[in-house]
Nanobody, 121 residues
């Protein structure tokens, strides 16, 4: 009903940068929050950063000061600018969106397929 398409993952050297993008599409909807989560092998999925439609942000302590989340509400797109990447940032990054499907007035919680980010030493 609400699909998320991610792009921007890849392989970079430590200290490099990547910019992830996630676009939401599908039913007529209103997004309350969008965010990025990541999951490394053998680890639990964790919140990296989140942003509300009003622009309020929240970051994991491990990425604060290095990553920046932003959004384009008109395009229903969220971005994650990742600078000063470290090997421990290596993980599959998942986009998440929560909001309301306006045609049904039901809440949704959608996930992207994930994009691999690998940071080498």
């Amino acid at each position: 009903q609400v699909q998320l398409v991610e792009s921007g993952g890849g392989l970079v050297q430590a200290g490099g940068s990547l910019r992830l993008s996630c676009a939401a599409s599908g039913s007529i909807f209103s997004i309350n929050t969008m965010g990025w989560y990541r999951q490394a092998p053998g680890k639990q999925r964790e919140l990296v950063a989140a942003i509300t439609s009003g622009g309020a942000t929240n970051y994991a302590d491990s990425v604060k000061g290095r990553f920046t989340i932003s959004r384009d509400n008109a395009q229903n797109t969220v971005y994650l600018q990742m600078n000063s990447l470290k090997p421990e940032d290596t993980a599959v990054y998942y986009c998440n969106a929560k909001g309301l499907v306006l045609t049904t007035t039901l809440r949704f919680d959608s996930w992207g397929q994930g994009t691999q980010v690998t940071v080498s030493s």
